[in-house]
């Protein structure tokens, strides 16, 4: 972008230092302060140097990353700090009952300013010069700052030849602006946190939820001392393809996926082949890459965040952070114990258009104890003085460290159980306990307590692929998998269930199926064969073996739905087994087959084990040694 050389000269009237330009405000007004890095720095230095002359003047933010200078406890009858969204810079001075926090999603901000609700006196803000036609670009926080603009009754801008022009809908006329603030100083910059293992671990479990094609956002929020979510998540869609990106905020991680390859926008419903965002926050060099290039696309909060925009997206990801979860599957993101610590931002907005969009997903992350291990962030109920963002009405996907749990469309005893198995295991017995206290699962549940407080076994996870291409994860049983095996059991013919259970029986009562999905993992094993389907996967194929301590072998069993027979399933589910028994050091197998059940019979006698057998009254006795 070419700017104009000469555009001091040319609008000398509207030109004045900070010092002059920070002069007209009067005390008692209210001055809304550009988002981000793209805070004007030095026009809030000139502010906060005028404290001393100033009273009641209310600081209204999404928040800053500059250091506040106006958020201190001396200037607390000076400035009255209003923040949409709580940044590490004013926590303390909010906490305090210093400065105001104002709950509210993202997308309706805008419709505060617009409608008078909450009226601007001033707004400082950060632009580019202008160019030839007498246009400057809002650059890097488009977001709620082009709002702030249109409504403010007067705007000082400090204008910035380091601040990158920005294509899309980030543009205002100069003479939109009253007084104009030269300023060549470099941008405020942040760079991304260091990974830590266990935002690594969420990253990768959510990485598993995002397909080819998808459309991502990244939320506002941190994990408190693990990092920013984003970064952690980024390292591993790096060998995604076709994804594209409809954020609120991007990052430097952002440039990591493009050089991939991974991201290029190229299925994208709406904005096809671009990035869209409404600020962004990170290095120079992403700068640099978002100056002038078309594959950027900034647009305001009341496009980026408006759900209606966001559902149009199929395959729609939003990826958000929580501060803690209870096991109804209420969210709340802003605080904790009472103490607030962040805000709403565009949770509820992309929860809801991801939630509606065409195969879309909302997922929301958290670590599954505090940063110090002493507590869950996965509770019974809600710590008192938490409020509630997302209605346990509203919540689909919540991941942890430990895993996923699909809480969408579930009753109230498959999310208990589903979140309790994606806590941190030295919890998870007291909130099994507690679980049943709360009358939130069955009193009889309470006899297999003891076999879900193991977290799942990551080592029996592989993958089958059929001739067909399609791909069947193995994994071990779960907990949350009682209703998946219930409806697996009933689709089963009587023939099969005969050759499986010996018997012909054509009900299963609800113990039964606690007895296959409960597992005592200390010395049995069970794992499943699942394929995904709309409402998230089924089970087709269910393998198990039972130790028998004294002789050091395990009794043996698998099953394979009927319609999926055929497709060397049994034979694959046998050798993962045999492998997991060898690991643990067991001697081998045991399996009781009936005379009829050829399929099994030859599963075994190609084993490429040892293999005895025995034929007693139409049954064969096998022994498998390894």
Not at 359 to 379: F, H, Q, W, Y
């Amino acid at each position: 972008m070419e700017f104009d050389s000469n555009w001091q000269e040319r609008y000398a009237a509207m030109v004045r230092s900070p010092q002059k330009a920070l002069k007209e405000i009067r005390s008692g007004q209210r001055v809304f302060i550009g988002t981000g890095c793209g805070e004007p720095t030095e026009l809030v230095k000139a502010l906060t140097a005028r404290a001393g002359e100033l009273s009641d003047v209310e600081i209204i933010q999404l928040f800053t990353k500059g250091d506040a200078s106006y958020a201190r406890k001396k200037y607390a009858d000076c400035f009255r700090l209003n923040s949409f969204f709580i940044g590490q810079n004013v926590r303390d001075m909010i906490q305090e009952g210093l400065g105001s926090y104002t709950p509210i999603f993202l997308s309706n901000i805008p419709h505060l300013f617009n409608t008078g609700l909450l009226p601007l006196d001033v707004a400082l803000i950060q632009t580019t010069p202008p160019n030839r036609h007498g246009k400057v670009s809002l650059g890097i926080s488009v977001d709620i700052v082009k709002s702030a603009v249109e409504n403010a009754s007067l705007i000082i801008a400090q204008v910035n030849p380091q601040m990158p022009w920005t294509r899309g809908d980030s543009v205002i006329d100069i003479y939109d602006i009253d007084i104009l603030v030269p300023a060549d100083v470099p941008l405020i910059e942040r760079e991304d946190d260091s990974t830590h293992e266990i935002s690594r671990m969420i990253g990768r479990n959510i990485a598993t939820l995002v397909p080819d094609g998808a459309t991502i956002q990244f939320g506002l929020g941190r994990m408190q001392g693990l990092g920013r979510l984003p970064h952690a998540t980024m390292e591993f869609l790096k060998d995604k393809k076709d994804l594209g990106i409809h954020s609120e905020m991007i990052t430097d991680s952002i440039l990591h996926l493009i050089r991939s390859g991974a991201v290029n926008g190229a299925r994208k419903s709406s904005d096809r082949g671009r990035i869209v965002a409404s600020f962004c926050m990170g290095t120079k060099e992403l700068y640099d890459a978002v100056n002038d290039n078309p594959l950027f696309c900034f647009r305001p909060t009341e496009y980026v965040n408006d759900f209606r925009v966001i559902s149009q997206q199929t395959k729609m990801v939003a990826i958000n952070m929580a501060q803690e979860i209870d096991l109804t599957g209420q969210i709340c993101s802003d605080s904790q114990a009472g103490m607030l610590y962040s805000g709403i931002g565009g949770l509820v907005d992309f929860n809801r258009g991801a939630t509606v969009s065409k195969e879309g997903k909302s997922i929301v992350a958290l670590p599954s104890t505090s940063l110090d291990g002493s507590r869950s962030n996965i509770m019974t109920q809600l710590s008192p003085g938490s409020g509630v963002s997302i209605t346990r009405g509203a919540v689909s996907y919540v991941v942890t460290e430990y895993g996923v749990a699909y809480l969408y469309g579930k009753s109230v005893q498959e999310r208990v159980m589903a979140l309790i198995a994606i806590a941190h295991p030295k919890f998870r017995e007291q909130l099994f306990r507690e679980a049943i206290e709360a009358h939130y699962i069955r009193p009889d549940m309470a006899r297999v307590g003891d076999k879900i407080i193991l977290p799942t076994d990551e080592t029996m996870r592989t993958v089958l692929l059929l001739e067909d291409g399609t791909q069947m994860t193995i994994r071990s049983i779960q907990p949350t998998d009682e209703p998946l095996m219930r409806d697996l059991v009933y689709t089963l013919s009587r023939e099969t269930i005969y050759y499986r259970f010996m018997s012909s029986q054509v009900a299963f009562s609800h113990r039964q199926i606690q007895d296959f999905v409960y597992v005592d993992h200390r010395k049995d094993v069970a794992i499943v064969g699942t394929v995904p389907e709309a409402h998230g996967e089924d089970i087709v194929a269910v393998g198990r073996y039972y130790l028998d301590e004294k002789t050091n072998r395990a009794e043996v069993a698998f099953v394979v739905r009927d319609d999926w027979q055929g497709r060397r399933i049994g034979s694959f589910l046998f050798k993962h087994l045999t492998d997991l028994a060898k690991r643990n050091g067991i001697a081998g197998f045991t399996a009781e087959v009936l005379r009829d059940n050829i399929r099994m019979q030859t599963i075994f006698n190609h084993s490429g084990h040892r293999v005895q057998t025995r034929l007693v009254e139409g049954v064969y006795s096998f022994v498998i040694d390894f």
